[in-house]
Structure formats: C-alpha cells, structure tokens
C-alpha cells in the first residue's frame, strides 16, 4: 500500500548546528504538509507544499518539495533549542479527499 | 486565535468499558478528524467526518469505534469496549475547506487514553 518513508528516526545535534529530515513517498503526492510536535504536545502545522520543485522558507527552515512530487526535506539552519521537537510530514492518500498518511517523524534532539 | 479544545485531558477506563471522547472543533471549519498516536509513534489516521457523516475511515476504526456530531459544536469518538492496545493519545483535528490552501489541520491538545 501507500507509504511515506521518513528519515532520520533521530538527529541529535549541537545548539547551533543545522537539521535535516527528508520524506519519500511510495506515490505522486498532489501536495505535502509538514507539522511539528513539541514534546507531549499536539502536531502544529508548519507548511504546505503544492507544486512541483516549490521551496518555501520561514525563517530558519526551509521546505523543499522535489520535482516529481514524491520526496519532501525541511531543514533547520543554526538550531536552537525552540526546534527541539518531532517533525511529522504527511500527504494526502491516493484517491482521497480526506485522509492523511504521516511519515513516521523525525526527532531533533539537542545535545546539552 | 480560535483553538480546537479537548476533553478530558486523561481518561482512565477499565477494559471493556466504554469511553466518549469530546472535542470542540473550530467553528467555522468544515471537515473533523480523528487520529490516534501511540507514545512515541506515528500519528494514525482513524476517521474523518464532513456534512454530518462519516466521509473515510481507517482499518483501525472497526465497530468499537463511532463518532458523532450531536450539536453545532461539539464532536464525539466513542469507544464501545475498550481494549488494552485501545490505549493512545488520541487528538482531534479540524480543517475548514477543500481548497487548495485550506488542506491545514488544526489539532487539539489530545486526549490520553489509559486501558487498564
């Protein structure tokens, strides 16, 4: 069945260094979103993806979605520990309007 | 900001109980959710719910599981008998349209089911 891949499982990385989680789909997705969770908090929307090779920045993050709209990256310049949390990206299932199917997310650590 | 609220915040049941989870999604959103994340695990899908009716559902929201829209606001996921793998952060989610830039969900703070 449908599947999105996501890795690392984990980064732990030093205040200061960057992050980077990527996101591979077994099919062509129409759009790709991306939701940060806090540790013991609720996924928060950061941003959606729509068309083919669209890069978006907010601030220190960049999304990236490639250009057969099968794999998706977002990566974090210069952490800080704000950023420590669980980066999820999800796309719509094939032949849905409603359904969501979610990476397993990325973890960001930060080393002390 | 509007906000999707939950409760209760925990819910502790014996097995074979039924529970009723409650959320008040956005007001003017369109479409609810239900999804279920096991600690440390993936967010799981279970139902999504437009116009008053079930519009797709999971493998996992088999006949335990119902949800219901019985006001203007408040919308409910029912576990008739509960189970001990039934135990989950359960999350509500809203979104307010089918266009393009209206896909973002907004989540509720999550409901922790304990099944002892």
């Known amino acids: 069945g449908q599947q999105v891949m996501q890795i690392p499982q984990y980064q732990h990385v030093q205040e200061g260094e960057d992050f980077t989680t990527y996101c591979n789909s077994s099919t062509t997705l129409s759009n790709i979103q991306w939701y940060k969770q806090r540790p013991g908090g609720h996924p928060v929307f950061l941003i959606q993806l729509v068309k083919s090779g669209e890069v978006k920045k907010q601030k220190r993050l960049t999304f990236q979605f490639g250009e057969a709209k099968k794999n998706s990256s977002l990566h974090i310049t210069a952490t800080q520990t704000t950023d420590v949390g669980t980066y999820f990206c999800?796309?719509?299932?094939?032949?849905?309007?409603?359904?969501?199917?979610w990476g397993a997310g990325t973890k960001l650590i930060i080393k002390p | 900001e509007p906000e999707v609220t939950q409760t209760p915040s925990h819910q502790v049941t014996q097995m074979g109980q039924e529970v009723i989870l409650r959320c008040v999604p956005i007001?003017?959103?369109?479409?609810f959710y239900w999804y279920r994340q096991i600690l440390g695990q993936k967010v799981e899908f279970l139902v999504s719910f437009y116009n008053n009716e079930i519009s797709e559902k999971s493998e996992i929201f088999d006949d335990q599981f119902s949800v219901e829209r019985p006001d203007g606001s408040n919308f409910t996921l029912k576990i008739r008998s509960t189970k001990l793998e039934d135990s989950a952060m359960y999350f509500c989610?809203?979104?307010?349209?089918?266009?393009?830039?209206?896909?973002?969900?907004?989540f509720g703070p999550g409901t922790r089911l304990t099944v002892t």
């Open positions: 999800a796309g719509p299932m094939q032949n849905s309007n409603y359904q969501l199917i």
């Open positions: 007001s003017n959103h369109l479409y």
């Open positions: 989610a809203s979104r307010l349209g089918r266009r393009t830039e209206a896909y973002e969900q907004y």
